[in-house]
């Protein structure tokens, strides 16, 4: 085929321009021109910025209106072809726009052709002579020729200068005498891991068999993989196997893990087992250090990319595995923009249009995988035993009901109590978990179990202590503490949730002996101080970890043998299909963070609802009981994996948001699709954000919803919002 025409998608985030436009190839360009270059075009009376997205030989314009490219804006493609591939998938799929799709293939910082941060340059010196005959008095230039004699001839300027103690005048003034050179380098914004001793393990012989069933995969039909392992039971030793396999084979591969909270540890891990072929990508990065990672990935100069959500984009150009680590975690959803991408389909939309493996790996897979699993869309591997055949531990549920009515008015259980003045004095440790996803200082009844709820927006009220009052952080609602619970009338109304900064001070001052650090939103903001918390527990600083769900996942800590878990079950009452099978993960990964090592383990949940199934299946470690259960509820109430849910939230004024959502409701009707069913238009459970009204339709239909790309334009101030197998519907 002859590179005659290009279509472009141009790089304007708007509905009325997404689609490829055709234009002529200029003889000129015809050989450098490729899929995924960056070009300028002219556009109506103006020149924008656009991507190449195909290229044919055939004319789909009429010959008058075809328009020329003008130039191609880099050397070479700005994306690679299977990426721009996956982009229009995406924004198919997710009915969003391609050329926003496209920007998650472009550099971090580059979005919608702002350039926040390019490569970073500084000036190289260089001394040409090597004895220079320096004027007597020159004390200055002395010490900065001794400097660079000292360091072989070649330093960067900045280093240069802060160990000569001098300014640039006096390079200029040294250049000028040709007695250095200088000249503006590229370098590079290192992001240093720090290998973690790496014991040669030999695979145990559940190990061995899930390795051989990936790799079988990996030469044959190359379906997904669901690593289905219990806590503890090795499946990152699987991972380092397959991945040194694909990298035999020339190929390269990306791990994914939910949280930057869970790389310190396994970052380590893989620096040390594939020492300078291992990057990182996550959100904690500085954007330089993020651009220059990936122009490292770009060029191939690395072979493995561990970081979370978005580096299902990492531009290697060899790929041949993704690995999804804890391919249950809800952040592997991306949650804002038009393209709401769920990772672990684009990560298989990727394979399939590279020729690569995917391995989702999960103690406590989602519910969806785990049927496709059983289904023969995915091949199960499973590792049922901890490794050294350690038990998992034991776990016992409190209900704090009985607690209260017993005259236990603290935070902490008897039992937990018990088993927290046993820690004390010995070389073991605790992980405390407080659970408030979703939740903060809200206040509860401590005989009925009742949360104050804000009259307009049915979210909790948050207790500010400074003030005494009950806020709603969605409106302004304000009221002060009642004295009575408005449902029982009892007088026990708490702030619950408390934070863990209240969590460290109550047992701080309960507990004197036992040394804490927190690990949470609030003292992970700075760089490095996360890795620099979990540094410090794994060193025996301190014997408890306290800390909101960053300390559930991922953590191996062999001196961990008790694990407390305070308000399990709270996450429950979150208005959400998935809230069962949260909470059951949530209870069976940080109960997996308990005797990892030689010492068994012990689990103490506190619950307000501790017969729930989720709670009774996290207990007894049974993963299948607890899904088929939920299979069963899903199935009768035609959810997600038996139907898809599309959730359309319209947001705006009043009487627009609603008679928009309306609209589309009544468009979605008139157009007769037999295996369609509308739950709504209704208002949104948050009813209203900042004075936006939310009104929303979820649509349950059997396979795909088509045409999603052709509802009604809303007009006005309203937003409408398409998001397809919804984890929030608040
Ligand atoms: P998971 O991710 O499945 O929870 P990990 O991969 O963190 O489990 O492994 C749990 C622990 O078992 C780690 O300390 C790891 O070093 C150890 N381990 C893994 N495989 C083996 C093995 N084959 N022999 C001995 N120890 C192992
Ligand atoms: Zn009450
Ligand atoms: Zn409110």
């Known amino acids: 085929m002859e590179k005659l025409y290009a279509g472009v998608i141009v790089d304007v985030r708007a509905e009325a321009v997404n689609r490829i436009f055709q234009y002529a190839i200029p003889e000129r360009y015809r050989a450098t021109i490729e899929i995924g270059h960056r070009v300028l075009v002219p556009f109506g009376r103006r020149k924008l910025e656009g991507y190449v997205v195909e290229l044919t030989d055939e004319l789909e314009v009429e010959k008058e209106r075809l328009r020329s490219i003008l130039k191609p804006l880099d050397p070479e493609p700005a994306i690679l072809p299977s990426l721009v591939e996956l982009a229009r998938w995406m924004g198919e799929t997710y009915a969003g726009l391609f050329s926003e799709a496209l920007q998650y293939m472009l550099p971090p910082a580059r979005r919608y052709g702002r350039e926040r941060v390019g490569v ?55 250049a000028e005498r040709g007695i250095i050179a200088l000249e503006d380098v590229r370098v590079e914004r290192k992001v240093e891991v720090e290998p973690l001793p790496d014991p040669q393990l030999v695979l145990t012989a559940r190990q061995h068999e899930a390795v051989a069933t990936i790799l079988a995969e990996l030469e044959g039909e190359r379906r997904p993989v669901l690593l289905h392992g219990v806590t503890g039971s090795g499946k990152t030793e699987v991972y380092l196997q397959v991945i040194a396999e694909v990298l035999r084979r020339g190929r390269q591969a990306i791990v994914l893990v939910p949280e930057i909270a869970l790389t310190p540890q396994m970052l380590g891990r893989f620096a040390a087992r594939f020492p300078d072929r291992v990057t990182v990508l996550h959100s904690a990065l500085s954007l330089g250090e993020r651009f220059d990672q990936w122009c490292k990935i770009r060029e191939g100069r690395v072979d493995v990319v561990i970081g979370a959500r978005s580096a299902v984009f990492a531009p290697l150009p060899r790929l041949g595995l993704i690995i999804l680590d804890e391919e249950h975690e809800r952040t592997y959803k991306q949650e804002e923009g038009s393209i709401r991408y769920q990772t672990r389909e684009v990560a298989i939309k990727r394979c399939q249009l590279t020729g690569g493996q995917v391995v989702l790996g999960s103690a406590t897979p989602a519910v969806e995988s785990y049927h496709r699993a059983l289904q023969g869309q995915y091949i199960l591997a499973e590792l049922p035993e901890r490794v050294e055949s350690r038990p998992l531990p034991k776990i016992e549920v ?15 259980s008897r039992r937990l109590r018990e088993e927290l003045e046993d820690l004390v004095g010995t070389e073991r440790q605790a992980i405390i978990l407080l659970n408030r996803r979703g939740f903060a200082n809200f206040v509860l009844c401590r005989e009925c179990g009742e949360v104050l709820d804000c009259p307009n927006c049915q979210v909790s009220l948050t207790y500010h202590k400074g003030v005494n009052r009950l806020k709603c952080h969605y ?42 650090l927190r690990l949470d939103a609030d003292t992970t903001r700075r760089k490095g101080a996360h890795s620099a918390i979990l540094r410090q527990f794994a060193q025996g600083q301190a014997q408890v970890l306290i800390g909101t769900q960053m300390v559930a996942k991922g953590l191996d800590f062999p001196q961990v043998t008790l694990v407390g878990v305070l308000a399990a079950d709270l996450s429950l009452r979150f208005p959400d299909i998935r809230s069962s099978e949260r909470t059951f993960q949530l209870l069976t990964q940080v109960a997996g963070r308990s005797g990892r090592g030689e010492l068994p383990g012990l689990v103490i949940v506190q619950a307000y609802e501790p017969g729930h199934f989720a709670i009774e299946a996290a207990r007894s470690h049974d993963y299948l009981g607890f899904y088929r259960k939920e299979i069963g509820f899903r199935r009768a109430l035609g959810y997600p994996p038996f139907r898809q849910l599309t959730r359309i939230l319209c947001s705006g004024p009043q009487t627009e948001a609603e008679e928009a959502c309306r609209r589309i409701a009544a468009h979605l009707l008139a157009r007769g699709i037999p295996q369609v069913d509308l739950v709504g238009p209704f208002p949104a459970p948050i009813g209203r954000i900042q004075g936006r009204y939310r009104w929303q339709v979820l649509v349950k239909s059997d396979g795909p919803l088509q045409g999603l790309g052709e509802l009604p334009s809303a007009g006005g101030d309203v937003q409408v919002t398409v998001d397809l197998d919804p984890l929030y519907m608040l």
């Open 120 to 174: 970073k340059t500084a000036q190289l010196v260089t001394l040409l002579e090597p004895e220079p005959q320096l004027r007597k008095n020159a004390w200055v230039q002395r010490r900065v020729v001794e400097v660079l004699q000292a360091r072989g001839g070649r330093l960067l300027a900045p280093e240069l200068l802060a160990l000569a103690e001098t300014s640039t005048s006096t390079l200029r003034a040294l």
């Open 398 to 412: 409190v209900d704090m009901r009985e607690e209260f009515a017993q005259g236990n008015r603290s935070m902490f």
């Open 475 to 516: 409106c302004l609602h304000q009221e002060v503490l009642p004295q009575k619970c408005p449902r029982c009338a009892s007088r026990y109304l708490r702030q619950f949730g408390v934070g863990t900064e209240q969590l460290e001070e109550t047992l701080a001052q309960e507990f004197p002996e036992l040394k804490t």
